[in-house]
Structure formats: structure tokens, C-alpha cells
């Protein structure tokens, strides 16, 4: 974990050496998002054993670390080196489109912000252990809610706002 950190630092050093502002905006939002959404799951993996469960909410809400070993809501379950190589042509497509068009306004920074970041963390989790760490537990309304985590977050609202966003814009024309 120190070591991935410290690779990251050394990215953004030489980020900020080479990109515009809008690109170390974007950078900055990603890499901050990606630290807390690695940093909860090495929590969880040292404080929780895998399926060990902690309810903080009676019904509603427990914390419970999982392998989910597919993509969202566990499809493609197995199919690690399919998922993680569309992830990585998703972050490369993404890097290249916020490179190529350089005028973005800050809700676009945001959402492309929560989307790398979210990409990444799971990408990165696949990497390095074969699988994406879970722990996000939600029960609601009687319905037993996929276990998540907040790189699955992140990806969410990114795309949420992106889709507001070109609504508006659309509407705007």
C-alpha cells in the first residue's frame, strides 16, 4: 500500500510538471478520490475477516467484507482478465478524450474525476488481488442491496452528473 502510494506521488509530481490546469484539477480530484477508496478497503481487510460482518444500522446497513470476483452487481463473475481489460480501455479512452478536449467546466471535472477514480480503484483491486474488495451492505425496503464499495460510488455519481449534464446542455441548444 505505501509503495502504491508512493508511485502515486511520484505521478503527480510529474503531472503537474507536464499537464495544463484543467488536467491537474482533474488529477488532483482523481487521485484524492482513489487514495480514500484504497484506503477504506485496506481498512476493512485488516479490521474484518472475508464474509465477517459488522451491522451499524438494525435492517438497514452493515459492513461486509466480500470478494466479488465479476463486475458490478457480481455479472461476469469470474471473468476477472475480461473486466480489468475493459476497466483499462475505459480509463485510457477516458485520459485521452479529457486530453484531447481541453475545455471542460467544472461539473464535467467532477464527474470525470468520480469516474476515473472509481475505475481505477477496482481495476487496481483486480490487478494486484485478482478481485474487488466489497463492503458497503445495504438493506432496503426488505431488499438485500449487492454489496459495494466507494469505487462503485464514485463511478455512479460520476456518470449520474455526467448524464444531467448533457440533458442540460441538450436542452440548452
Known amino acids: ?30 487521485f484524492i478520490l482513489l487514495i480514500l ?4 478497503k485496506f481498512i476493512i481487510t485488516k479490521v474484518f475477516m472475508v464474509n465477517e460482518s459488522l451491522v451499524l444500522i438494525k435492517n438497514f446497513f452493515a459492513l461486509t467484507y466480500v470478494h466479488n470476483y465479476g463486475g458490478a452487481f457480481s455479472i461476469l463473475n469470474g471473468k476477472v482478465s475480461f473486466i480489468s481489460i475493459v476497466s483499462l480501455i475505459v480509463v485510457i479512452l477516458l485520459i485521452y478524450y479529457l486530453i484531447k478536449e481541453k475545455k471542460h467546466n467544472n461539473y464535467e ?7 476515473l477514480a472509481g475505475a481505477l480503484g ?12 466489497d463492503f458497503l451492505d445495504f438493506n432496503i425496503l426488505g431488499y438485500n442491496y449487492p454489496i459495494f464499495n466507494l469505487a462503485d460510488i464514485f463511478i455512479v455519481i460520476g ?15
Not at 477508496?37 to 477504506?40: A, F, R
Open 1 to 30: 500500500m505505501l509503495k502504491l502510494i508512493i508511485v502515486g506521488l511520484i505521478i503527480v509530481v510529474r503531472v503537474f510538471l507536464v499537464w495544463g490546469r484543467l488536467m491537474k484539477k482533474i488529477f488532483i480530484i482523481t
Open 122 to 133: 477496482n481495476l487496481l483491486n483486480r490487478l494486484i488481488y485478482g478481485y474487488v474488495i
Open 159 to 173: 456518470i449520474f452528473l455526467l448524464i444531467i449534464y448533457l440533458i442540460k446542455e441538450e436542452k440548452s441548444r
Open 109 to 115: 471535472v467532477l464527474s470525470y474525476s468520480l469516474v
Open 37 to 40: 477508496d484504497l484506503v477504506s
